[in-house]
Nanobody
Framework: HVQLVESGGGSVQAGGSLRLSCAAS????????MGWFRQAPGMQREGVAN???????VYADSVKGRFTVSKDNAKNTLYLQMNSLRAEDTAMYYC????????????????WGQGTQVTVS
């Protein structure tokens, strides 16, 4: 069982940057698919990016070229570098896992963290 804790959210002006972290504890972290997701008020949760055990990443079209997902297996930590932030990026951001990166659909992921709020104004 993997436990996840997100951090790094905050308030930033449009055009600014933030780096989110997701610290993982538990077994076989490095062999899992790790994903970032977000949910704005009144909206459904959506996939932002995921990264597999080999470091291959997939991004939602809305964040391509602006966000970068990475992970440090030695630190059991997943990152999301967010640049050129826009007001529409405002949301609660979550990380979650699944065995393989065959989908970015939130419904397919589990072990959800508590989330970290990102506000862009």
């Amino acid at each position: 069982h993997v436990q996840l804790v997100e951090s790094g959210g905050g308030s930033v002006q449009a055009g600014g940057s933030l780096r989110l972290s997701c610290a993982a504890s538990g077994s076989t972290y490095s062999s899992f698919c790790m994903g970032w997701f977000r949910q704005a008020p009144g909206m459904q949760r959506e996939g932002v990016a995921n990264i597999d055990s080999d470091g291959n990443a997939v991004y939602a079209d809305s964040v391509k070229g602006r966000f970068t997902v990475s992970k440090d297996n030695a630190k059991n930590t997943l990152y999301l570098q967010m640049n050129s932030l826009r007001a529409e990026d405002t949301a609660m951001y979550y990380c979650a896992t699944r065995r393989y990166c065959t989908t970015i659909s939130p419904a397919a992921f589990g072990n959800w963290g508590q989330g970290t709020q990102v506000t862009v104004s």
